[in-house]
C-alpha cells in the first residue's frame, strides 16, 4: 500500500507542477492590467476577455497556497499580488464596501450578485497571501471583510447591504446551504493564516457546522439538501427543495471533518462521514461513471438542465473528501471511493495532449464541444487544490502524521 500510495504523491505533484500550474501561467495571465483570465479554450486561447472577480481571488489564493506548501516561488507570488492588486483596484463597489462578480478586462464593473462569494474568496486570497509573503495588509484587508461578510450573514437586509432575497421572504422564508459552507472554509483558512485570533475562527467555525447540521441534512432521508424552509423544513412539494448537489454535499463533508478534527468531535466527525457516503451514492451515475451535478431526493425530475451533465470540480472534492476520510478512519473503502472517482476523471477530464481538465462532459463523458479549460466559473482553483491537498494527505499517510 505504501508504494501504491507514493506512486500517486508522484502523480499529484507532477500533475500538479507540470501539467496544471504551467497551464494558468502560459495562458491566464494578463501581464498589462493585471489580474488573470480564465475564459480558455481546449488550447489556452482566450475566448472572452471579461473576468470572474471570484476567479481573482481563488487564483490569488491558490497561488499564495502552493508558496505555503511548497515553498515560496517568485512567480507564484507575483501572480498572487497582481490577483488581489486587481481586486483591489478594480473589483470593490465604494458604494457600500461589497464586490462585483464580473468586471471588463481593464476592471470596470458589469455585474454584481445578491451573493457575497467575490467578498469570501478575497478574504481567503488576502489571508493566504499574507502568511505567504508577510503583507500585513492584506491580512488587515482579510480581517476587514471577513467580519463584513459575517454581519451579511447575520442579517442581509440591514443597511448598507439591503440584499433582496432569491425568494420573497413573506411568501416562502428560506434558507440556501452554501452560505454556511463557504464561510466554515473561510473560517478554517483564517484559522491558519491568523493564529492570533484563532478562539474567534473556532467560535464562528463551531456554530456554522451546528447550522449545516441543524438546517440541511436529513438523515431520515439520507441527503443534505441545498434549500429548506427558515426553521430547515423539507418543502418536498417544490422542485427547488428536493434539490441534493452531490458535488456541494461532498465538498461540505471533508469541511466538516476538519472541523471535527480541530474541535474533537467525534460526533460531528460520524455525520459528516454520513453526509459524504449518502451523497456519493445520491450522485455516483452507476451506467457511465462520475458524479450526476444535481440529484432529486424523490427521483423526480431536476429543474436545472445541466442535471445530469458530468462538471469537473464535483470529482476534485471527491477525491479530497475520499483520502481526507481514508486518512480519518483508515477503512480501505474510502481508498477504494478515491481511486474509482480520480480513476474516472483522469480518463474522462484530464486533457493529456494541452493540459489542464476539461470543464464539462455530457452524461455520457465526452466533453462539451467546443471544450474549454476555464469560464467564469472554472479556474485555477478546485484542480489544483485537489493535486495539492490530496499530496498533503498522502504524504501525511505515509509519514504517520495524519
Known amino acids: 500500500m505504501k508504494d501504491k500510495i507514493n506512486g500517486y504523491i508522484k502523480l499529484f505533484r507532477g500533475e500538479l507542477l507540470e501539467d496544471c500550474v504551467p497551464f494558468w501561467l502560459a495562458h491566464g495571465r494578463d501581464l498589462q492590467r493585471g489580474g488573470i483570465y480564465t475564459c480558455l479554450d481546449r488550447k489556452g486561447n482566450l475566448f472572452s476577455t471579461d473576468k470572474s472577480v471570484w476567479m481573482q481571488g481563488r487564483c490569488a489564493w491558490m497561488f499564495s497556497r502552493l508558496c505555503n506548501q511548497y515553498g515560496g516561488k517568485e512567480e507564484w507570488l507575483r501572480l498572487a499580488k497582481s490577483c488581489i492588486d486587481f481586486l483591489n483596484a478594480h473589483c470593490i463597489d465604494n458604494a457600500d464596501g461589497r464586490m462585483f462578480f464580473t468586471v471588463t478586462e481593464d476592471g470596470r464593473p458589469l455585474r454584481k450578485r445578491r451573493y457575497y462569494f467575490s467578498e469570501t474568496f478575497y478574504i481567503m486570497a488576502n489571508a493566504e497571501y499574507a502568511k505567504a509573503s508577510g503583507d500585513v495588509q492584506a491580512l488587515k484587508n482579510a480581517q476587514k471583510y471577513y467580519d463584513f461578510v459575517l454581519n451579511i450573514y447575520a442579517d442581509p437586509s440591514v443597511d448598507p447591504y439591503k440584499i433582496t432575497p432569491k425568494v420573497i421572504d413573506s411568501t416562502r422564508k428560506s434558507r440556501t446551504l452554501a452560505p454556511s459552507m463557504i464561510l466554515l472554509n473561510v473560517s478554517a483558512v483564517m484559522r491558519e493564516c491568523d493564529p492570533q485570533n484563532a478562539a474567534r475562527y473556532d467560535t464562528v467555525s463551531k456554530s456554522l457546522a451546528e447550522d449545516i447540521v441543524r438546517y440541511f441534512y436529513k438523515p431520515e432521508l439520507g441527503v443534505t439538501l441545498e434549500n429548506v424552509g427558515y426553521e430547515g423544513e423539507v418543502l418536498e412539494d417544490i422542485a427547488s427543495f428536493r434539490v441534493v448537489n452531490p458535488g456541494h454535499s461532498i465538498e461540505m463533508s471533508w469541511f466538516l471533518l476538519d472541523e471535527a478534527i480541530r474541535s474533537g468531535n467525534s460526533s460531528l466527525a460520524e455525520t459528516a462521514e454520513k453526509i459524504f457516503n449518502d451523497a456519493f451514492a445520491a450522485g455516483w451515475d452507476g451506467k457511465y461513471g462520475g458524479l450526476l451535478y444535481f440529484t432529486d431526493y424523490k427521483h423526480l425530475p431536476v429543474e436545472a438542465y445541466e442535471h445530469d451533465m458530468k462538471l469537473w470540480w464535483p470529482h476534485n472534492e471527491a477525491v479530497i473528501a475520499a483520502l ?50 476555464g469560464q467564469t466559473y472554472k479556474g485555477p482553483f478546485h484542480v489544483l487544490r485537489m493535486y495539492a491537498e490530496g499530496d498533503r494527505i498522502l504524504s501525511g499517510i505515509v509519514d504517520g502524521i495524519l
Request: hydrophobic fraction near 25%; glycine fraction near 8%; charge should be positive.
Open 324 to 373: 481526507k476520510f481514508y486518512s480519518y478512519t483508515g477503512r480501505k473503502k474510502y481508498f477504494d471511493i478515491f481511486e474509482t472517482v480520480f480513476d474516472y476523471a483522469e480518463k474522462h477530464f484530464h486533457d493529456k495532449r494541452y493540459g489542464e481538465w476539461y470543464g464539462y462532459l455530457r452524461r455520457d463523458g465526452v466533453p462539451t464541444e467546443p471544450a474549454c479549460k
